[in-house]
């Protein structure tokens, strides 16, 4: 069991991390300026309600808390959410804040949430990778402050690796289009419509290039990074996302359709291939998500039917029943 320090904890990503990391046994401080309902903070958890840009505020924390691991997601999360100079300054300011005071502190474990944003897609000049499926290698070119902020982020704890050598291990992940417990249900998404409905349009969902994660599945990986980031480079950066993509169609269709000049590039993505790769994440950790919006949504019944007309329609790869 260890103490882990999860910033961020009260929003849509930090709730589930929260209650994963708490329900694998381990003691989890979450820290966010918004308090969740007493009776929602699982047992194994407790919070503690600050601002993390306030000065001195993080490092008190810590000092206070001693943990054995920080995670941190707190930000401002969606672009374009607020004037792109508040965008960047509190991201990068808050990425420095919480990882300059772990590492003051000597706390062993580093994690910072990006994002698969920093690669640049649905730039308005256009955008397209060198190849797909995408990985840490494709090359990032942010266009707006938020993707610029998550790509600082990144090179923050990088930093702080290069200052720390191997004394402190230092990690980023980047979740593709979080999808909470509640929203397999019927909740809006971050982008305000339900899963069904970016199912149904495409449209909806092309503008991530149709990629999400369950949150239950980014806990699981956090878990998992935590318990071998000092037998893996220290440093590194995961894509984390399901092993299929949001889309009812082959993306080697969709694709081309929303993204101009595809065609050739994205052929190899058949059947339920999804445009990110995972494998760094498959191959140095040994993580693998385990749900998917066939096996999710399959569970409410007013989407079953919708849900199963929609694959036997699409890919027809996957069996839903
Ligand atoms: N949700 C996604 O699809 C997605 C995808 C990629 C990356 N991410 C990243 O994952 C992280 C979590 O995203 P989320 O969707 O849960 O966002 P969210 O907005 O639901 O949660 C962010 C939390 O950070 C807290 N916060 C913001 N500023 C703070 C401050 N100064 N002090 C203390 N707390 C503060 C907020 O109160 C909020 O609860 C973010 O870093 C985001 O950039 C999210």
């Known amino acids: 069991m260890s103490r882990i320090f999860v910033t961020g904890g009260s929003g849509r990503l930090g709730r589930s991390v929260v209650a994963g990391l708490a329900e694998a046994g381990h003691h989890v401080i979450s820290v966010d300026r918004d308090a969740v309902p007493a009776g929602q903070l699982p047992a194994g958890a407790v919070q503690e309600t600050a601002d993390l840009l306030a000065p001195g505020e993080a490092q008190r924390l810590l000092r206070e808390t001693k943990p054995d691991a920080v995670i941190h997601l707190a930000a401002i999360a969606v672009p374009f959410s607020a004037p792109e100079d508040v965008i960047f300054s509190t991201n990068t300011r808050l990425a420095f804040a919480v990882i300059s005071a772990a590492t003051e502190i000597g706390v062993p474990k580093i994690v910072t949430a990006s994002s698969p944003t920093v690669l640049g897609y649905g730039s308005p000049a256009g955008w397209l990778p060198p190849s797909f499926p995408l990985d840490e290698r494709t090359p990032a070119k942010p266009w707006n402050a938020y993707a610029l902020s998550k790509l600082i982020a990144e090179q923050t704890a990088q930093m702080f690796a290069a200052a720390q050598g191997e004394r402190i291990r230092y990690a980023a992940f980047r979740p593709c289009f979080v999808i909470s417990p509640e929203e397999w249900e019927g909740a809006p998404t971050q ?131």
Request: proline letters at 7%.
């Open 191 to 321: 982008q305000g419509h339900t899963l069904a409905e970016r199912l149904a349009d495409p449209a909806l969902s092309a503008p991530a290039l149709f990629n999400y994660v369950d949150a239950r599945d980014v806990a699981d990986f956090l878990d998992l990074l935590l318990q071998k980031m000092e037998s893996i480079p220290n440093g590194e950066t995961f894509f984390v996302g399901a092993a299929d993509a949001l889309a009812t169609a082959p993306l080697a269709d969709l694709m081309p359709r929303f993204l101009p000049g595809s065609e050739a590039l994205s052929a190899g993505l058949t059947g339920t291939s999804p445009a990110f790769s995972i494998a760094k994440a498959q191959a140095l950790l040994g993580w693998q998500p385990k749900r998917s919006w066939r096996s999710e949504l399959k569970s409410h019944p007013t989407l079953n039917d919708e849900t199963s007309t929609l694959v036997t329609a699409g890919t027809g790869a996957k069996e839903t029943s």
